[in-house]
């Protein structure tokens, strides 16, 4: 119960916080609960392998919430009917890009087979990338950070690009967020519009599926 009410507390302050600082978007609020629930777990020199077991039943709602994605990706299929092209020709290339710049990146710098299997599925929703690094031989804390960075990344690149480019079609905005952003970048889609929130939900499912039956194929080759 403690390590579920700190962690709910958390949150909460996260989001608190979150909108007090005026919702910057190189500040997310899970990062900011990550940070805080980090400090406190620090400070009260609490086994962390104690919390985590502890805070296991939250972790458990992680597969449930992201099923519940499908409720917005139904609301707008005709619009993903009507795109179904593009969405086939751009998810696989952008979900193996994903993982192949990471990978590349970290073995040049020399990192361990452990720290690649933990970077590959960075750019995957959580539930989905736990199982793909558990199963190539990765540690989850340290995929935890990758998820963490890379979703945070991801959503500040996205609003800053499609300022840049310009791209103001919330269709593209919304895969692009999802598929690149995960969880956090789908959180950022809902803040844009629906439309938006459902082709991130669509980006972030197709790319969930695409790299669990690739990734561990392509790694071990």
Known sequence: MFAIGLTLSA???GNWLFARMGKPLWM???LLSAVMLAAVIALLSVNYVNYQQGAVWITVL???ATVALGIPLYQQIHHIRALWVPIVVTLPIAATLAAVYAVLIAWGLGATPEVLAS???K???APIA???AEQLGGSVPLLMGGLLITGVVATLFVDLLAKWLPISDERILG???GLNGHAIGTARAFEISHTAGGFASLGMGLTGVFTALILPLVFRL
């Open 119 to 121: 970077l590959a599925p």
């Open 11 to 13: 949150f909460f302050a």
């Open 28 to 30: 997310p609020p899970v």
């Open 62 to 64: 992680l597969g449930p």
């Open 175 to 177: 895969f692009a967020l």
């Open 130 to 132: 736990i199982g793909i």
């Open 123 to 125: 750019s995957v929703t």
